[in-house]
């Protein structure tokens, strides 16, 4: 039987064919192997899986291990020397000169993540790690310390690249977590390494990465690799499983390779999507010929919608705002009256940035409609309307620190309970609207069903127009 011969890959879109080897250095090669061992010089070429990892790996450096596992969003973990990868087992190999090494061996006395005499620890690689709920669906991989001849043959090496691996499930398919959970988390785990990267993913969605393929082929100029169907070991000089991840759709620019930021983020962002804005207007008090700063109104098409959106937008244009008030998602109307529908998503990215890139400011319901404001110009202004139900501190870190961190500005504005269309389903002496606290308490399905599933809003526009005053002074 003959035994398939690694290939070594360049990682690149497609993998290049078998290495070459010239009869001469086989020939030494196998004549040394058979003085020093006594192996058969027929066995050794029968065997050419061993012989190829013989000699790409007879010399197995120290590896370097570093992990973080007090992080409170996310475990990750990266891994240097020879490293092999076998997704059908989810399994990393760390390989080792030597057997019965040991994480207090590779990573020194004090690591506090991992027992000193361990030789294996496992790892869920996706940012939510403190919901048991989702992680529970998230699959686990176990990192081996072995010997070259305790772990699996290379399949294909990838000398030239370093990787990472990482979960495409849980909440996969919600905007806000698309970006939160995997976009930004993947931008500051890779961006340092200028496209140079091959993604191992789990969970791999293929619309996903259609959805989003130019933010991930911005990040990478190499095919990802779907771990969950590839029965390959692939063995790789340096790899990094998990993200990381710092805080709800921002960035920590103290703690980010290279101390990239959500400004960088949205730079990158118009290199991808080409946005011709980087910044919003400024208009002047005395310019009476000045264009009008335009705002969008994002509308939901189910909870959490504007029950008055007429009047909210007559109210902003009093104010002195062009308005348009757009889902965002609807596919737009072009040749004619027909709506272009497109499967993957992509071109629908594509129009949505675009579309929002050419606004000075937005207003929209606590939702997942408020993750584009990462294409607004910085300087724009964002309006988050808070609904009922003790909501302000979620609104915030979700919504109200990124503008912050992009250089744009933030007025938050928190309904009341006559705003709000609870009060046509419950009296007003009810907890709904007494005491939200103990609610919370209960379960955060509770919180999801009543304040955000069952919850529209009216807004008062005499309360409301201070907010669309203090926007357009912002804008000057």
């Known amino acids: 039987m003959k035994v398939p011969v690694p290939v070594r890959s360049k990682s690149l879109k497609k993998s290049r064919g078998h290495p070459s080897c010239s009869l001469p250095l086989l020939l030494l090669i196998a004549g040394v192997q058979f003085l020093v061992i006594g192996k058969p010089f027929p066995s050794l070429l029968m065997d050419s899986r061993s012989f190829f990892n013989l000699a790409e790996e007879e010399f197995i450096p120290e590896p370097h291990v570093s992990c973080e596992f007090n992080d409170t969003r996310s475990d990750f973990c990266e891994l240097a020397g020879v490293i092999r990868v076998r997704g059908s087992t989810s399994e990393v190999f760390i390989v080792t ?24 620890w496992k790892m869920k690689p996706y940012t939510r790690k403190g919901e048991s709920r989702i992680m529970n669906g998230i699959t686990e991989f176990t990192l ?22 990482y979960s495409n499930g849980g909440y996969c398919g919600n905007y806000y977590h698309d970006f939160n959970d995997n976009i930004i988390p993947l931008f500051i785990t890779t961006r340092h390494l200028g496209r140079e990267v091959q993604l191992l993913v789990t969970h791999k969605q293929a619309w996903w990465f259609g959805k989003y393929g130019e933010i991930v082929d911005g990040l990478t100029r190499h095919e990802a690799v779907d771990l969950d169907g590839d029965e390959r070991v692939h063995c790789y000089r340096s790899v990094t499983v998990g993200l990381r991840s710092h805080k709800d759709l921002s960035i920590d620019p103290r703690r980010a390779p290279n101390n990239v ?53 007559a109210a902003a244009e009093d104010v002195g705002f062009e308005v348009t008030a757009s889902d965002l998602m609807t596919p737009p109307k072009k040749q004619g009256d027909e709506a272009v529908k497109d499967d993957s998503g992509q071109a629908r990215m594509a129009d949505a940035s675009a579309t929002v890139n050419a606004f000075d400011a937005m207003l929209a319901v606590h939702g997942s409609g408020l993750t584009n404001l990462v294409f607004l110009p910085m300087n724009a202004v964002v309006m988050q309307v808070v609904p009922l139900g003790r909501m302000e501190g979620l609104a915030m870190d979700e919504y109200g620190v990124p503008p912050r961190d992009m250089n744009m500005r933030y007025l938050q504005y928190n309904i009341t309970a006559e705003e709000s269309t609870l009060s046509e389903l419950y009296p007003r002496g009810h907890p709904v609207f ?36 203090k926007a357009l002074q912002l804008l000057r």
């Open 144 to 165: 081996r310390l072995a010997s070259a001849n305790e772990a699996p043959a290379c399949d294909v090496m990838h000398e030239d690249v370093p990787a990472v691996l």
């Open 261 to 313: 930021s959500m400004v960088d983020f949205k730079r990158f962002l118009m290199w991808r999507y080409a946005l011709p804005r980087e910044h919003a207007i400024r208009t002047e008090e005395d310019d009476e010929e000045r264009r009008k700063p335009r705002l969008l109104i994002v509308t939901r098409q189910s909870r959490r919608r504007f029950m008055n959106l007429q009047e909210i937008m």
């Open 97 to 120: 000169p030597r057997r019965g090494t040991t994480a207090g061996d590779v990573v020194g006395a004090n690591a506090t993540w991992i027992a000193a005499d361990a030789t294996s």
């Open 434 to 469: 007494l005491d939200p606290g103990p609610i919370h308490k209960q379960s955060w399905s509770l919180v999801n069903e009543i304040y955000l599933g069952k919850q529209d809003v009216r807004l008062n526009i005499a309360r409301f127009r201070p907010v669309l005053h």
